[in-house]
């Protein structure tokens, strides 16, 4: 899964992951340190089946897609760009000091499921936080 | 759990309130259809330091809380309060995420997955169009 990393929005010190095929793969962003999870930006268009986007703000070990169950987890119907938007954020150090957030994308709503979208039909997930 | 509703300022708009979402009860918001807009909720202090953990199930059957999982997910800090506001991108005249398709939909909360029962005082405000 591709990931790139950009700062974007500043003055807000807002950080922006773009994965373009978010799928099980478990991705880890050691970046953020600290701050909050401000806005998940779940793109599903090219989707046939509903999206479920899983972040992990682990509390200790790598957590395991398929057996780890997701902190954080949002819903993006079939076909559909769905933003949330948390106007006071979620604080991540209150989770876990080392900041560390893993996220995958499932199409079950079962917390720890990692059931992979077709190939080929993966979306676009954008997660913005605060630096 | 109570569960109260009422009609917003927009007449399209139902306000849910509901108070003592307690993840032992899964008492049903009951909406035939319907777009979600917008989640705010606090959790009440009661001293502890607990986290709990606040899901959404969108399904057309009764919640069993330590085994059915949710769509929607996010943690709730004791005494902290969260909103969140939710977008369709996808199209412009109209916002929210559409659940059309499901029947009805209940609220639990719970203190990590699995667990059946955070023993805290949780309000929400469901804004569903």
Do not use: C
């Not at chain 2, 999982?69 to 199209?91: H, R």
């Amino acid at each position: 899964m591709a990931t790139s990393k950009t700062t974007a929005l500043s003055p807000l010190a807002t950080f922006m992951w773009k994965d373009t095929a978010a799928t099980t793969t478990l991705v880890t962003v050691t970046g953020a340190t600290s701050g909050s999870l401000l806005q998940a930006d779940i793109d599903n268009q090219v989707g046939s089946v509903a999206i479920f986007l899983k972040m992990v703000f682990p509390s200790g070990g790598t957590p395991s897609p398929g057996s780890t169950p997701a902190d954080i987890q949002f819903y993006a119907p079939a076909g559909k760009r769905i933003i949330y938007s948390i106007p006071q954020g979620i604080p991540l150090t209150w989770i876990n000091g080392s900041g560390q957030l893993y996220y995958w994308a499932s199409t079950s709503n079962s917390e720890a499921s990692s059931a992979a979208p077709t190939s080929g039909e993966e979306p676009t997930v954008r997660i913005t936080m605060t630096s | 759990m109570a569960v109260t509703t009422t009609t917003g300022l927009d007449l399209n708009t139902h306000v849910i309130k509901s108070t003592d979402i307690d993840a032992t009860v899964s008492d049903d918001i009951k909406l035939s259809s319907g777009t979600l807009h917008a989640v705010s909720l606090s959790a009440a202090t009661n001293g502890g330091t607990e986290t709990g953990y606040i899901k959404i199930t969108l399904t057309d059957k009764t919640i069993v809380v330590a085994t059915d999982e949710p769509d929607i997910k996010f943690p709730l800090q004791e005494g902290g309060v969260i909103s969140v506001d939710v977008t369709d991108a996808s199209t412009s005249s109209t916002g929210g995420v559409a659940f059309d398709t499901l029947g009805v939909w209940q609220v639990s909360a719970a203190a990590k997955a699995g667990d059946t029962a955070i023993g805290d005082t949780i309000t929400g405000w469901f804004t569903v169009k």
